[in-house]
């Protein structure tokens, strides 16, 4: 891990974590080691280089998951408030497929629209299931990036917690458990728990044991202190996904 401190660094002043700031001229992916990518940024409003944009934060990994598609997991021990961009092609609502639409951001700049980049890795994240955390959501400057107009946009996203190697980074889909169930719904499916043996996720401090552990007939008061003890924030005024 880098030092704490904003000191400078080639590419712009670091974050608390380690990390190039989002408004600095440097790539805020960051390898295994923890260290900053030295690579700069293509632009000023992308803030990621060429090949973290081709390839991903090398400190995350999307990954198949045995019933959900692709999810994605740290591939570190990511301390809370590390950042992830969720960037794609900028488009105006109207302009943008039907179909990709349910699953493209929404901003007030227009959709934001990560399908045709495999290197977006946002685009890969769960939906945290009814027992279950989310890792990550909007950071407080999450638009710091964003100006209309432009062929592409970043939105900042920050983890909430602390995620342990190889455990899932999670989001809820829309603003709260209510209208995530009723986007789940629309879309025709089964919102469940997501975390597995492999890639664990965080669970709800009263949530039973995951069903994986179940099977191994383990008891719930051992597997009780697994579970973090983490507050979920509750204010939350955005919607994430279109629909
Ligand atoms: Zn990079």
Not at 78 to 92: E, T
Not at 224 to 230: D, G, L, T
Request: charged share 30%.
């Amino acid at each position: 891990m880098a030092k704490k401190g904003n000191k400078s660094a080639p590419g712009g002043r670091l974050s608390v974590n380690g990390q190039h700031l989002p408004t600095s001229d440097g790539c805020i992916a960051t390898y295994r080691t923890g260290k900053p990518c030295s690579i700069p940024r293509v632009s000023k409003l992308m803030p990621y280089c060429g090949k973290c944009m081709r390839t991903g934060d090398p400190s995350l990994k999307a990954v198949k998951h045995p019933r959900f598609g692709k999810i994605l997991i740290a591939k570190r021990n990511l301390p809370k408030g590390y950042y992830v961009a969720w960037w794609g092609n900028l488009l105006p609502k109207k302009k943008i497929a039907r179909k990709r639409m349910e699953w493209a951001l929404e901003t007030t700049k227009g959709m934001v629209d990560a399908v045709p980049y495999d290197g977006s890795q946002l685009k890969y994240c769960a939906c945290v299931g009814p027992n279950e955390l989310p890792t990550i959501d909007f950071a407080p400057n999450s638009d710091v990036l964003l100006n209309r107009g432009e062929d592409k946009a970043a939105v900042m996203f920050r983890t909430l917690r602390p995620i342990p190697r190889n455990w899932q980074v999670d989001m809820m889909y829309n603003k709260d458990e209510k209208s995530t169930d009723e986007f789940f719904q629309e879309q025709g499916i089964c919102r469940g728990d997501v975390g597995t043996k492999r890639y664990p996720a965080l669970r709800k401090k009263n949530a039973d044991p995951p069903v994986w552990l179940k099977a191994t007939g383990m008891k719930k008061k051992a597997t009780k202190k697994k579970v973090m003890n983490m507050k979920l924030k509750t204010s939350k005024s955005r919607s994430k996904k279109s629909g």
